[in-house]
């Protein structure tokens, strides 16, 4: 399974930016897609999931600012994100869950990409 993350980059704060992330290589179905971010110096944070039975979740510091959304059919997921803010500079990580049926437990990883804001 490849996970290919895009979307980072350069942005002022207040601005947005719209994370994209594809899953391929694989006949899996993802009950859990998402996105982690690991800012400089800090540890890896999850920021957003969302399941196959539509439910999403999202850490406190970007709620009402980032919307999560996926599309089952090409296995991808998105990371609205609007409102940045400095703190949200962070190398942004793309996560997928295969279904319980295919018994693999290990999340597959994107490569990340580098969100930066600048005040």
């Known amino acids: 399974v490849q996970l290919q993350a895009s979307g980072g980059g350069l942005v002022q704060a207040g601005g947005s930016l719209r994370l994209s992330c594809s899953a391929s290589?694989?006949?899996?179905?993802?009950?859990?897609l998402g996105w982690y971010r690991q800012p400089p110096g800090k540890e890896r944070e999850l920021v957003a999931s969302?399941?196959?039975?539509?439910?999403?979740n999202y850490t406190d510091s970007v709620k009402d600012r980032f919307s999560i959304s996926r599309d089952n059919v090409k296995n991808a997921v998105f990371l609205q994100m609007n409102s940045l803010k400095p703190e949200d500079t962070a190398v942004y990580y793309c996560?997928?869950?295969?279904?319980?049926?295919?018994?693999?437990?290990?999340?597959?990883w994107g490569q990340g990409t580098l969100v930066t804001v600048s005040s």
């Open positions: 996560y997928a869950v295969a279904h319980p049926v295919f018994r693999v437990t290990s999340p597959f």
């Open positions: 969302s399941t196959l039975a539509g439910s999403t």
């Open positions: 290589g694989s006949a899996f179905i993802f009950n859990v």
